[in-house]
T-cell receptor
Framework: DQQVKQNSPSLSVQEGRISILNCDYTNSMFDYFLWYKKYPAEGPTFLISISSIKDKNEDGRFTVFLNKSAKHLSLHIVPSQPGDSAVYFCAATDSGTYKYIFGTGTRLKVLA | KAGVTQTPRYLIKTRGQQVTLSCSPISGHRSVSWYQQTPGQGLQFLFEYFSETQRNKGNFPGRFSGRQFSNSRSEMNVSTLELGDSALYLC?????????????FGNGTRLTVT
């Protein structure tokens, strides 16, 4: 049972435009969400997070939006740069277990 | 500060053998988690250790086991290897348990079972 889903395996965006990566979850106990970025031959690196008490968190070019009623979050990258080309994973956890559940990832390709 | 170190980087084993993977967390980090990454499955949670105790376990068979030492270093063992165990195994450490301590990942051990 995939509790965290990333339904788009890949996404291509032109440099300078907005990239929107989506993530859905099914477990209503999740109260903290994160995005990680992974380059080939490297481990994932932490990008940005959001608590369930917020609906938006911003860090430079990266913004995460959370819609609790829809159990949906999205990562916006503006403007997209070729160096953003990577696989992006969303993850969720609840304050009871501290177990992070990851999605299957979305491969972003930013075209120069 | 050194990052999370996983050894070895690559392993080739034969079906039925066993394997041990090693993870050295960032200095001062007390929590270590293990994940399996396969194409199309994302990162599947294996287990988490904190203060030498397994705190969480994912849905993997008993062939997968782990332990954590007093210096927070961790090992993961897979016995009676199957072809489907071929994957990238990632170790992550965090300062503590909880949201204020994001996971820091190593570069993984690529295991190939033939």
């Amino acid at each position: 049972d995939q509790q965290v889903k990333q339904n788009s395996p890949s996404l291509s965006v032109q440099e300078g435009r907005i990239s929107i990566l989506n993530c859905d979850y099914t477990n209503s106990m999740f109260d903290y969400f994160l995005w990680y970025k992974k380059y080939p031959a490297e481990g994932p690196t932490f990008l940005i997070s959001i608590s369930s008490i917020k609906d938006k968190n911003e860090d430079g070019r990266f913004t995460v939006f959370l819609n609790k009623s829809a159990k949906h979050l999205s990562l916006h990258i503006v403007p997209s740069q070729p160096g953003d080309s990577a696989v992006y994973f969303c993850a969720a956890t609840d304050s009871g277990t501290y177990k992070y559940i990851f999605g299957t990832g979305t491969r972003l390709k930013v075209l120069a | 500060k050194a990052g999370v170190t996983q050894t070895p980087r690559y392993l080739i084993k034969t079906r039925g053998q066993q394997v041990t993977l090693s993870c050295s967390p960032i200095s001062g980090h007390r929590s270590v988690s293990w994940y399996q990454q396969t194409p199309g499955q994302g990162l599947q949670f294996l287990f988490e250790y904190f203060s030498e105790t397994q705190r969480n376990k994912g849905n993997f068979p008993g062939r997968f086991s782990g332990r954590q030492f007093s210096n927070s270093r961790s090992e993961m063992n897979v016995s009676t290897l199957e072809l489907g165990d071929s994957a990238l195994y990632l170790c992550a450490s965090s300062l503590d348990r909880g949201r204020s301590s994001p996971l820091h990942f190593g570069n993984g051990t690529r295991l190939t079972v033939t």
